[in-house]
């Protein structure tokens, strides 16, 4: 499955979707396929601020164990607590069911900065 295009990337298979005043987070279906079965997820960030880079949480697979960042700066404003009770849900909708957290950024057009769709599949390729 290509990356949507209706949002940004961390090149550590994190998207993130503007959606009104807030940005959407979760992880690509990259990730969910370099990680198989996901079988729990924990959020350590479930309010307050947080900034571009720091960790929000790790993501648990029969595989691996991998942290999750943001890319945005701002404060944490929901958690998918039907994610976080199901983690398997990622693995059937990492783009839609399967996100994870909310955050109102500290600023404007806050994911202009990180991949494009485009940009982050040519790095999948590399």
């Not at 595989?63 to 693995?91: C, H, R, W």
């Amino acid at each position: 499955m290509s990356a949507p295009n209706d949002r940004k990337y961390l090149a550590s298979h994190e998207w993130h979707k503007t959606e009104g005043d807030l940005v959407v987070i979760g992880i690509s279906q990259t990730a969910v396929d370099e990680l198989t079965d996901i079988t729990y997820l924990e959020v350590t960030t479930e309010s307050g601020s947080i900034a571009a880079g720091e960790t929000f949480g790790e993501i648990e697979s029969v595989k691996a164990t991998s942290e999750l960042y943001t890319g945005v700066s701002g404060e944490v404003v929901e958690v998918n607590q039907e994610v976080l009770d199901n983690p398997a849900m990622i693995n059937d909708d990492c783009y839609n069911k399967g996100w994870i957290i909310k955050i109102k950024p500290s600023e404007p057009n806050a994911t202009d900065a990180l991949l494009s769709a485009d940009d982050y599949q040519a790095q999948q390729a590399d």
